[in-house]
């Protein structure tokens, strides 16, 4: 697994990069055990008008280039109205090492993502989404057959498996569309609080194309991949955030999670319903350089697994409980209070 199998992001689009540690994590499950990395894009426009920006980046090798583009767009006649739409076009040829080219070593991307929110001072309302679509080479010289082939490779000046330069990318490749969509509204009271209620919905369509298609010809040309795995999460979230005292903040929460895979071609993961849900409160108290900080949770998931063994289904079932909890203090040694 290599770097391109972590979260589909645009960086275009993330403008805020956040960490999350302590007891503030366990508002994200037993999945955040070590912190939550939290990537947000920019502030739609809080005023009539319009807005936006141009990126265009180049790199020598592989000939990169991208072109990004983002419109941010207030609407008076509609007032509280805001919308964004943002898109992204990537290209790279093979690679260059001192003295020859990497093979079948390019990638192309294209993105896009819009957002349409109606926003009160009391209430506000948002629709969200994204599609990355990536098509990334596998350097084809890092396939090898077997130890006498992987030992030609090591004892040779260059890759056994040589090109120039090229956009095109060919066999193996890996084929990464991600689609993403997310409701999210909030509702502010005259005291203090308020409550946030999120519906996500994620497809992960992930396709891996081996070196050597189909020896059958009819198969050959359906140029269908050897491994693809579609996953689905569907995912509500409500929060409710209440301020006791000055200094003294809370927030209770509920999450819902259904998640499904399936795949076809090669056996690698196998078919599975993960349906989950969780229960959390957190409790902080800042006091210029003093921060104190308690967590706790309850989660259950039931995990239903469906592995096919010569013809037969067997659907193994598994159902899981947890408390978690976390309680901290610290201390900042800047002058600045918090």
Known sequence: WGSEHGPEIDPFVADKISVVKGAAGVRYGPDAIAGVIIIEPNSLRDSAGYDAVLNFVGATNGKQGTTSGILNGNIKQLNGL???LQGTLKQAGNSKAPDYYLKN???SEKNFSGALAYTKSNFGSEVFYSRFNSKLGIFSAAHIGNL???ERAFNSKNPLDSAGFTYEIERPYQLIVHDLIKWKSYLNFSKGGKITYTLSRQQDNRSEFDKHGPRNDSLAALNKPELNFIIHTLIHEAIYKIQHFRKLNA???FMNMH???SYEG?????NFNNKGWGVFAIENYHYKKYFAEVGIRYDERKLRVFIDKNGFIKQPFYNYKKYSGLIGAGFHFTGHDI
Do not use: E, H, S
């Open 148 to 150: 006498t082939d992987l």
């Open 251 to 253: 927030q209770v929460g």
């Open 105 to 107: 070593t390019g990638f």
């Open 259 to 261: 998640q499904a895979n």
């Open 266 to 270: 090669r056996y690698f993961i196998p």
């Open 82 to 84: 805001n919308f964004r």
